[in-house]
């Protein structure tokens, strides 16, 4: 017997393990749904678009060859107005055939391709930022969700407590009519307002559903209504801001300034050596006709002059640093606008903190107050109607309480979310 009621006691505790939901946190919903938005692939697609970008970069390191044919006639061809005893010189005929392989190395390119990939590098950079950003903005939608479904989780426990105390006050009623001490119309009284939390339960419970419905889609995973949810911890706000969107003004001046190198790079002198090897008619020879085999092959200088009286390498530098120069503007605009929403955000902070001692106060007064018309119900004094305005007035100022503490909660993440901490 005891071994069969140890196995029922091991069953039970199984049991409630099984049907344990792991605590959900605001930071769990965030993670969750940054990893499963569309926009998370885009950083991994761009990063595979960079490094294809530099594999055909690096390519130009590579040997690069051609093969060119040719079939030409002419009118005239090159004759020597010469003629010697016994010795007659043929003039090369007027269709010619050419057929190379010229191949070209770089030695030196000024730097181009190297910049090039840095550009590259760099683009990836403020593209993916631009993702962290719009991923960010995620965020806001999260919170909102998730401080509704508590906000209806709080309402909900209030609202049982208030249903339990009732249906124990409304058996005493029953009880009393029964003995002729109280009188019919305090039960109905009784029963009526407990008709009313009921479809109050229904509605919060309504939206509950909804907001974690919307949590489900947003994060990607089953989030039911037995998942408790944890509050954000309250914790002391950094004034920093540290915005995904300052690190993309930071990528974004970084680029123009790489890009200002490759400007300079392709002004730099390059250097390459060229090889061509060629069958023909003629051949190196042109006063040949038959068809010869050729080789030629060198060293080619380049430098580029144009900019020099053009004076368009240090334009393209200008429009770029001006450039540079309006990203920075929209840079200490945003930190301006920033500031303004963070201190309006503080005072409210402080205005809704100021709620939430005031409620506590009025909580305990009308609790106080609820009580005494308990017992006058008891004795007779009251009827129920005037016994249920004081609770009435009880439970509103739990609801706002409730309402005021979880608007506080919303109110520091969204400090923290302004601010980026």
């Not at 039970?12 to 499963?36: F, K, W």
């Not at 016994?86 to 190379?100: A, G, M, R």
Request: aromatic fraction near 6%; hydrophobic fraction near 40%.
């Amino acid at each position: 017997m005891r071994s069969f009621i140890l196995y029922m006691g091991l069953l039970l505790v199984l049991n409630h393990i099984g049907h344990a939901q792991t605590p959900l946190s605001l930071e769990d919903c965030y993670r969750q749904a940054e990893m499963h938005s569309p926009l998370a692939a885009q950083t991994r697609l761009i990063q595979e678009a960079t490094e294809l970008q530099i594999k055909i970069l690096s390519s130009s390191y590579v040997p690069q060859s051609r093969l060119n044919g040719q079939a030409t006639w002419q009118s005239d061809v090159t004759s020597l107005p010469i003629k010697l005893p016994n010795f007659e010189i043929s003039p090369p005929p007027k269709d010619q055939y050419k057929l190379t392989l010229d191949v070209t190395q770089t030695i030196w390119d000024g730097g181009v391709i190297q910049k090039q990939k840095s550009v590259a590098l760099a683009n990836q950079q403020a593209e993916q930022q631009k993702v962290a950003v719009d991923l960010y903005q995620i965020r806001e939608q999260v919170s909102n969700l998730f401080f509704g479904a508590l906000f209806a989780e709080r309402q909900l426990h209030n609202f049982e407590i208030l249903q339990k105390e009732l249906r124990a006050k409304l058996t005493k009623t029953q009880a009393s009519v029964q003995n002729g001490i109280a009188i019919r119309s305090n039960v109905l009284s009784l029963e009526a307002r407990l008709l009313e939390i009921e479809q109050q339960l229904l509605e919060t419970q309504k939206r509950r559903t909804a907001a974690l419905e919307g949590l489900s889609l947003l994060t990607g995973t089953a989030i039911d209504t037995n998942t408790p949810l944890v509050p954000p911890p309250v914790e002391t706000q950094n004034s920093e801001i540290v915005r995904p969107e300052l690190r993309l003004f930071d990528a974004q001046k970084q680029t123009l300034a790489v890009n200002e190198q490759v400007i300079k790079a392709k002004n730099a002198p390059k250097l390459s050596a060229f090889a061509t090897g060629g069958y023909g008619r003629p051949g190196l020879n042109f006063l040949a006709t038959s068809f010869q085999t050729y080789f030629i092959g060198g060293v080619q200088l380049q430098i580029p002059l144009t900019h020099w009286y053009t004076k368009s390498q240090g334009m393209e530098i200008r429009q770029l640093r001006a450039n540079q120069q309006r990203i920075e503007r929209q840079r200490e605009s945003f930190l301006l606008a920033t500031q303004v929403r963070l201190a309006n955000q503080r005072r409210e902070v402080e205005r809704i903190q100021a709620l939430v001692e005031s409620d506590r106060k009025l909580i305990d007064i009308r609790s106080t107050i609820r009580k005494a018309s308990e017992s006058q119900l008891d004795n007779g004094i009251i009827t129920a109607s005037d016994y249920l305005t004081e609770v009435n007035n009880e439970d509103t100022a739990r609801q706002n309480q409730i309402l005021h503490e979880v608007q506080l909660l919303q109110a520091q993440n969204n400090l923290r979310l302004t601010a980026g901490n």
